[in-house]
């Protein structure tokens, strides 16, 4: 059994000719609005609520109004008012019984209607396991396609990200559309100014 070094070696030593990389530019798909865009796709595709959101409304008067029969919010956002933060849990089952997790976005993507959620919080199962989410997000981070959203991309102090696109669902199981399957049923983008 050979080592991978010394596999890579042979390959190097019987190489009769090498060529740079290709230069390659892609621009990816732009639009003429990307937020129009963004949330074309994001209701019709990507299955989720879109709420615009002013500079004075009250998020959580909004969060009520979307989602009047939720017993538990959690959010580590300041302003929110929550049941929950996923910064003090002990463990991340302590959210399990999230209705509504608020979490912030960090760029939205016209092409697909994805939205970049970088880890801000201790426990990162509020973006799996809430029956609900409702992200916030600016329309000034609001981007093309995902070429321009990669160029944004910064990982944090953990390390993770992520990107969501509406709720979860599957159609592998008996071949139905099933919501909820590995984590939310819904999401709520609140498109804030």
């Given at each position: 059994?050979?080592?991978?070094?010394?596999?890579?070696?042979?390959?190097?030593?019987?190489?009769?000719?090498?060529?740079?990389?290709?230069?390659?530019?892609?621009?990816?798909?732009?639009?003429?609005?990307?937020?129009?865009?963004?949330?074309?796709?994001?209701?019709?595709?990507?299955?989720?609520?879109?709420?615009?959101?002013?500079?004075?409304?009250?998020?959580?008067?909004?969060?009520?109004?979307?989602?009047?029969?939720?017993?538990?919010v959690s959010s580590n956002i300041p302003g929110i008012k929550a049941d929950k933060n996923p910064n003090?849990?002990?463990?991340?089952?302590?959210?399990?019984?999230?209705?509504?997790?608020?979490?912030?976005?960090?760029?939205?993507?016209?092409?697909?209607?994805?939205?970049?959620?970088?880890?801000?919080?201790?426990?990162?199962a509020i973006c799996f396991i809430s029956e609900n989410l409702v992200i916030l997000i600016s329309r000034?981070?609001?981007?093309?396609?995902?070429?321009?959203?990669?160029?944004?991309?910064?990982?944090?102090?953990?390390?993770?990200?992520?990107?969501?696109?509406?709720?979860?669902?599957?159609?592998?199981?008996?071949?139905?559309?099933?919501?909820?399957?590995?984590?939310?049923?819904?999401?709520t983008i609140f498109l804030c100014e």
């Open positions: 059994m050979f080592s991978r070094e010394e596999i890579l070696s042979r390959l190097r030593k019987n190489t009769r000719m090498a060529f740079d990389k290709p230069e390659v530019n892609i621009r990816g798909i732009q639009y003429t609005d990307p937020v129009a865009q963004f949330v074309k796709t994001a209701t019709t595709s990507g299955g989720a609520k879109v709420v615009e959101i002013n500079a004075d409304d009250d998020l959580n008067l909004k969060i009520r109004e979307c989602y009047p029969d939720a017993k538990v003090t849990v002990i463990t991340a089952q302590d959210l399990e019984d999230t209705d509504v997790g608020v979490i912030r976005g960090e760029i939205g993507v016209a092409e697909n209607a994805c939205i970049w959620i970088p880890q801000t919080m201790k426990e990162k000034k981070n609001i981007v093309n396609n995902m070429h321009e959203a990669y160029d944004h991309i910064q990982f944090n102090d953990y390390g993770f990200g992520t990107f969501i696109s509406g709720p979860s669902k599957t159609a592998d199981i008996e071949q139905s559309l099933v919501y909820g399957a590995q984590a939310a049923r819904g999401v």
